[in-house]
């Protein structure tokens, strides 16, 4: 009985894999919008509350790396969330990534005003970012989450808000998100993120990865093929994992514009 009510559910969760993979861009279309691009995205279980998001309208291309509470089915739920979320702020027009952010929790606690038992911990950490084709300038807001730009072998850290996508019930006053600003240079890399490597438990002591380890990835990988360096990714975290389990969902995305410029 319980290995029939194991097939049936773990059955179910793979058809909800399929489902979420529909709403995600495809690769075909992440790959038209940024040619010279990378996702590595890692799900803990078979379902995941990282997700990624692109788009193009006019003369911006918008690009999101999301952290949903939690990971599995719960954060699965959340993702599908964060889609509608998204696609329905930018259809409204709205192009300035710390607006969009500002918009987007506004939107999240309308939905989950009227839910029990929610709390900050449900919610989304994201680092999203804007790319103006005409002005060659990329903008980027932070919900938690940083961006990273390397440009001549030095890495520039732009830090998202102290604050999630989320419920907040000690602070009523609105959260809102900044934006920054930096002109785009041929090779410059981009790098947005979630939370997941850098947690990712290993090495001969057992300890977290840690950002300035994954900072350092980063730098020795950065001038390599963009295809080449998610594989480089994943033989580090391999490496680095050894016998130990998955701790989270993990999302790494890396691009360039040249494209563009």
């Given at each position: ?65 999301v952290d949903c509470t939690g990971h599995g089915v719960p954060g699965a739920f959340m ?110 890399v981009v790098y947005i993120f979630t939370d997941g490597f850098a947690d990712q438990f ?60």
């Amino acid at each position: 009985l319980l290995t029939l009510k194991n097939k049936n559910i773990t059955d179910s969760i793979n058809y909800a894999k399929r489902i979420q993979e529909s709403l995600r861009p495809s690769t075909k279309i992440f790959k038209k919008i940024l040619p010279e691009s990378f996702v590595f995205h890692k799900p803990k279980d078979i379902v995941s509350g990282d997700f990624y998001w692109v788009n193009e309208s006019e003369d911006k291309v918008f690009l999101a790396a999301v952290d949903c509470t939690g990971h599995g089915v719960p954060g699965a739920f959340m993702s599908i969330i964060g889609f509608e979320l998204f696609r329905r702020i930018t259809n409204q027009g709205q192009i300035d990534p710390g607006k969009i952010l500002t918009h987007l929790n506004r939107d999240f606690e309308e939905i989950f005003s009227d839910v029990e038992d929610m709390t900050m911990r449900d919610g989304m950490d994201i680092a999203l970012c804007v790319f103006d084709k005409k002005s060659k300038e990329l903008s980027f807001a932070g919900a938690f989450n940083p961006m990273y730009l390397i440009r001549d072998n030095k890495l520039i850290e732009f830090k998202g808000n102290r604050f999630s996508i989320g419920l907040d019930e000690t602070d009523s006053k609105e959260q809102i998100f900044d934006t920054h600003s930096i002109a785009i240079h041929p090779d410059d890399v981009v790098y947005i993120f979630t939370d997941g490597f850098a947690d990712q438990f290993g090495g001969t002591a057992g300890k977290k990865f840690k950002y300035r380890r994954f900072r350092h990835l980063l730098l020795s990988i950065h001038k390599k093929p963009l295809d080449q360096q998610a594989n480089q990714l994943n033989q580090s975290l391999k490496n680095w994992k050894g016998n130990y389990d998955q701790v989270d969902d993990i999302l790494v995305i890396g691009t360039n514009f040249n494209n563009y410029l």
